[in-house]
């Protein structure tokens, strides 16, 4: 891969990753700006299909679908390049936490820059959400679709199913009818098993030895055991971060204390719950993906080992929390790319784009209602600077002269003034 042929691509990346808050949603409204209409380097409907064909797996979502991109472009190694670039400012970040905890009392008040990043996300989300619906919605059957999976969107949205049921669902009802859609052609037939041969061998093999590591109790244990938590984690997650930080909850706060656990006096990983909730709420405070809170639980987990052992925990748990979303998706995507090709995928992709558009409609009416709402509910003003900034962000973003790292530097000024 000539390297230089992408390198204002991979520079795109780089900013993207330092400029890109308010989580999934917020990173899919970034990507339509920066590599839809700023680059070209895919269209709108190609956006939005990457989108809907991530929803459906396992793992971060967002950065399955940036990965997306550069395989576009330049195929297995300018993915991989990508993945690193995307993910490692967020893990840099959140694993150098884990080793300045002690000296961040102050960090309620720190915090605070990052204040309008919520509104502003939401922004980004209304117009990403304003663009796409005039390319995936036009008749009768993806307006329904739309409708639909808004409001479910909105009632179950930190339901970890809801998103691959949708799109599913959606996928199947543009299926009843075979009248606009004709068929595209007969599909390769080989397909690459590499892939996802790696990601079941490393998923069971992961296993084994943890529980090995455990049981003839093993001197560096506790990084086995780290490496097959986080790869669990990344193999099995719908849903993304309001999914992942419950589940690592589970694992590092709660279980520990658990009488079965208790008993058996066996040494598992654990964290306090003042320190995981610490990192859970610096994570959505920062630039990039959710996931990078593998990099802090890493760290955190293998702290009592020595720095040594911690910043090697660093490392492994955001490996390990990110291999499985690069194996699944590069697997599954030549795989689905070639199905497309048979008419019932094909027309599927109808109601997918659909059911896309109808929850990031639905993402966007849950996160006003959570943002803005709830402080009437409460008896509180709305924030005039809140509603501000989601208007002024969504006014900003039809000006295609402004990149969205000035918007983001904006919101951040602004946060720090006032």
């Given amino acids: 891969m000539p390297l230089h042929r992408h390198t204002a691509f991979l520079r795109a990346v780089f900013w993207h990753s330092i400029t890109a808050f308010g989580g999934p949603q917020g990173h899919m409204g970034m990507m339509m700006r920066t590599f839809v ?3 070209a380097d895919l269209t709108e409907t190609e956006l939005i299909e990457y989108n809907g064909f991530c929803q459906l797996l396992p793992g971060a979502s967002s950065t399955q679908t940036l990965t997306l991109i550069g395989y576009k472009r330049g195929g297995i190694s300018l993915a991989v390049l990508t993945l690193l670039i995307w993910m490692f400012p967020a893990c840099a970040i959140m694993g150098s936490i884990s080793f300045l905890l002690d000296y961040l009392a102050d960090m ?9 990043v919520r ?5 980004f989300i209304a117009y990403s959400t304003f663009r796409i619906f005039g390319k995936a919605i036009h008749n009768t059957i993806t307006q329904v679709i739309m409708v639909v999976a808004t409001i479910t969107t909105f009632l179950a949205f930190r339901s970890p199913w809801v998103f691959p049921v949708l799109i599913v669902l959606g996928g199947i009802v543009t299926n009843f009818s075979d009248k606009r859609i004709p068929q595209k052609g007969v599909p390769p037939k080989k397909i690459k098993w590499g892939n ?10 992961a296993g084994y030895l943890s529980e090995t590591a455990s049981q003839q109790n093993w001197k560096h244990r506790k990084a086995i055991n780290l490496f097959e938590n986080a790869y669990r984690f990344g193999s099995l997650v719908f849903g993304g971060g309001d999914v992942l930080l419950p589940l690592m909850y589970e694992q590092y706060v709660t279980r520990p204390e658990t009488k079965r656990v208790q008993q058996t006096g066996r040494e598992v990983l654990r964290m306090s719950r003042e320190d995981f909730l610490t990192g859970s709420g610096m994570v959505r405070a920062i630039p990039g993906p959710v996931f990078s809170v593998g990099a802090f639980t890493g760290g955190m987990v293998l702290r009592d080992e020595g720095r040594t052992m911690q910043l090697i925990g660093c490392i492994v748990g955001a490996i390990a929390i990110f291999l499985p ?7 599954f995507f030549p795989v689905w790319h070639n199905l497309k090709k048979y008419a019932v995928i094909y027309r599927s992709l109808e109601g997918i ?6 929850i990031m409609a639905g993402a966007t009416c849950y996160l006003v209602k959570d943002t803005f709402l709830f402080s009437l509910v409460r008896g509180e003003s709305i924030g005039i600077w809140d509603l501000l900034i989601v208007v002024v962000t969504f006014s900003l973003l039809g000006i295609r002269k402004i990149p969205a790292p000035f918007i983001v530097l904006g919101c951040l000024l602004l946060g720090w003034l006032i």
């Fill in 108 to 116: 309620g008040i720190s915090v605070q820059v990052f204040k309008f």
């Fill in 353 to 358: 784009n659909a059911a896309v558009v109808g």
């Fill in 37 to 39: 209409q700023q680059r």
């Fill in 325 to 331: 979303s690069a194996l699944l998706v590069l697997f």
């Fill in 196 to 205: 996802i041969l790696i990601f079941l061998a490393l998923f069971g093999l």
């Fill in 119 to 123: 509104p502003m996300a939401i922004g």
